[in-house]
Nanobody, 123 residues
Framework: QVQLVESGGGLVQAGGSLTLSCAASGRTFSSYAMGWFRQAPRKERENVAAISWSGGTTNYADSVKGRFTISRDNAKDTLYLQMNSLKPEDTAVYYC????????????????WGQGTQVTVSS
């Protein structure tokens, strides 16, 4: 399986921006669909954004549409999440995950997960 390591989390004021990165190793990154997930305290983990193996297909949760952008650089084995206009309700641990398929829309299909990075948005 592919190994994943997230970075880029931190504390930011509402309205600010952050870019998360997810470095992959161990397998051919370009053969995996990827996703960003988040989990806030006392809430279920939710799929924030997903991207196909080629980067040609993306999808977003309604709560982040127009503010977050998922992208990938297969030459660098890296996944990104650009987060703009951050809100306090975006506060969560953010995880990247890999699914060995061209595109995955179901959380249960993601088989490899990173350790997570904390994003905290202050009001």
């Amino acid at each position: 399986q592919v190994q994943l390591v997230e970075s880029g989390g931190g504390l930011v004021q509402a309205g600010g921006s952050l870019t998360l990165s997810c470095a992959a190793s161990g397998r051919t990154f370009s053969s995996y669909a990827m996703g960003w997930f988040r989990q806030a305290p006392r809430k279920e983990r939710e799929n924030v954004a997903a991207i196909s193996w080629s980067g040609g297909t993306t999808n977003y949760a309604d709560s982040v549409k127009g503010r977050f952008t998922i992208s990938r650089d297969n030459a660098k084995d890296t996944l990104y999440l650009q987060m703009n206009s951050l809100k306090p309700e975006d506060t969560a641990v953010y995880y990247c995950a890999a699914c060995h398929a061209t595109y995955c829309s179901r959380q249960y299909k993601y088989s490899s997960w990173g350790q997570g990075t904390q994003v905290t948005v202050s009001s």
